[in-house]
């Protein structure tokens, strides 16, 4: 079973910065391509990024395109996301998840909550 424990979650005001970290066990770390999602207020759970195991592709939703860059240290079993020139819209509490062997979402963290003011 992997265990997905997320971190860095806050109060930023608009057009600030912040970083996220995701720290996995249970698995080798290597072996998963990982993703970050958000669930905003009254929303449902939406993709925000997701990168591969080697870390070499990555992929985002349009709405964070050129703002939020996801990343991964394979050597501290560590996934990130940093998130610049945050908006009011980015507010959600924020997940980490791992891709199981058929390539689906089945593991998930805790979730941070991340709000930004205006």
């Known amino acids: 079973q992997v265990q997905l424990v997320e971190s860095g979650g806050g109060l930023v005001q608009a057009g600030g910065s912040l970083r996220l970290s995701c720290v996995v066990s249970g698995r080798i770390f290597s072996n998963l391509a990982m993703g970050w999602f958000r669930r905003a207020p009254g929303k449902e759970r939406e993709f925000v990024a997701g990168?591969?195991?080697?870390?070499?592709?990555?992929s985002y939703v349009d709405s964070v395109k050129g703002r939020f860059t996801i990343s991964r240290d394979n050597a501290k079993n560590t996934l990130y996301v940093q998130m610049n020139n945050r908006k009011p819209e980015d507010t959600a509490v924020y997940y980490c998840?791992?891709?199981?062997?058929?390539?689906?979402?089945?593991?998930w963290g805790q979730g941070t909550q991340v709000t930004v003011s205006s």
């Open positions: 998840a791992a891709k199981n062997y058929l390539g689906t979402y089945d593991n």
């Open positions: 990168i591969n195991r080697s870390g070499s592709r990555t």
